[in-house]
Structures are given as structure tokens and as C-alpha cells.
């Protein structure tokens, strides 16, 4: 069984975790570059991305991972002597988009976006699959529960008192984003970011 630390902090750089590299040369009116690797022009100021505004392309610049084991059953054996103990259950996962900044985004504007996720081990991943946030960091469509379910034998010899658990790693993450949006009909480009929060938790550090 693989235990984890307490508290376990993962930094991701934005080269382990962007969609694109970044190799082209930007001048002072380009905004980074597409993934297509050429240029990406500047909007200048723009105070609302509309409907028709086209996300491009998501970087997450990095994650922090808090992680601790949660006991679901347990019990305890006195040698020479064998038991059996179960559990079963589930848990809700959450996510949601925080701490926006940039331009306004218009409240009938869906972000599609995919999720970091988190192995048993605490090691982070960017999901294949994309969900959809509304403008206000919601998540529009739940994320499955997880579900555990489980029978374990437990045994100690003569003079051993031996202790079994079965447990879950449950986590927080905070990821950093940026997303780039594009004006369709002028082909320039602007930026916003947040966070993106995630839990997998029943009772805080």
C-alpha cells in the first residue's frame, strides 16, 4: 500500500504543463504566440470578451498539491489470529474557477477547459477531457464521484499485534491559468486568468 506524506507540494513550471511552446519572436504590439507558433497580436485594452470571442488555447502555469490519507476502515489483530475487514462508499469531487482577472467575460460565455488531475501517488496531469465553466468560475456539469469499494484480510502471527487500515489520499489543488481569446473578426488576441480549484475532501488539514 502506497502512503503518502502528510502534506505533499508539487510545482509545476508552465513548460511541464501548456498546451503550446512558446519559440516565436513577439514585438512590442504581439502578445505571445499561438499554437501554431506565430505571433499572436494584441487587442490593446478590452473590457469585455462577448459570445463570439474564440478561446484559443489554455496554459496552467503551475499546481499546488495538498494531500493526506483518510482512514475508511481499520482493525486490529492479536497473534496468532486472522480478520477481514471492508469498506465501500464514495466522495464528491468539486471544482471551480477563481480568483479571475482581466477582461469581463460576458455571462452567456462558456470556458471549456480541461482539469489537472491527481493520481493515488499525489502525481498531477493535465485530463484529456474538456469541462465547461460558466462565466463565473462554475462548474456547469459535476465531476463523478469517487468511488471505493473493498474486502482485506488481516493477520498476525503468535506474539504479533498487527494493525490494518484501507484509506483514500483526498487533495486540494490550485491551479494558475491563462487562457487566450481571440476577436474573431479582427484576429487580435487578449488575455485573462484565474485559478482553478479542486478538492477531493471530507475535513480540512
Not at 124 to 137: C, L, N, T
Not at 164 to 183: D, F
Amino acid at each position: 500500500m502506497y502512503r503518502l506524506p502528510l502534506v505533499l507540494i508539487l510545482m509545476m513550471t508552465s513548460s511541464d504543463m501548456t498546451h503550446a511552446t512558446d519559440t516565436c519572436s513577439a514585438r512590442g504590439d504581439e502578445d505571445g504566440c499561438q499554437g501554431d507558433n506565430t505571433p499572436r497580436v494584441s487587442c490593446g485594452r478590452v473590457d469585455k470578451i462577448t459570445r463570439e470571442w474564440v478561446l484559443q488555447e489554455v496554459e496552467y502555469q503551475d499546481s499546488q498539491v495538498a494531500s493526506k490519507r483518510h482512514t475508511l476502515s481499520s482493525m486490529v489483530v492479536q497473534g496468532p489470529g486472522a480478520g477481514t475487514f471492508s469498506a465501500s462508499g464514495s466522495k464528491g469531487q468539486r471544482a471551480a474557477l477563481v480568483a479571475q482577472t482581466g477582461p469581463k467575460i460576458s455571462s452567456d460565455k462558456v470556458i471549456s477547459m480541461a482539469r489537472p488531475e491527481v493520481s493515488d501517488d499525489g502525481q498531477v496531469s493535465i485530463s484529456m477531457k474538456k469541462y465547461d465553466f460558466s462565466s463565473q468560475g462554475v462548474l456547469m456539469e459535476g465531476l463523478p464521484n469517487v468511488e471505493y469499494m473493498g474486502s482485506w484480510n488481516c493477520k498476525a502471527k503468535q506474539g504479533e499485534t498487527k494493525h490494518c487500515y484501507a484509506y483514500i489520499n483526498e487533495y486540494h489543488v490550485r491551479t494558475k491559468y491563462t487562457l487566450h481569446w481571440q476577436n474573431p473578426n479582427s484576429g487580435c488576441s487578449v488575455k485573462s486568468s484565474g485559478e482553478m480549484v479542486q478538492e477531493l475532501w471530507s475535513e480540512p488539514i
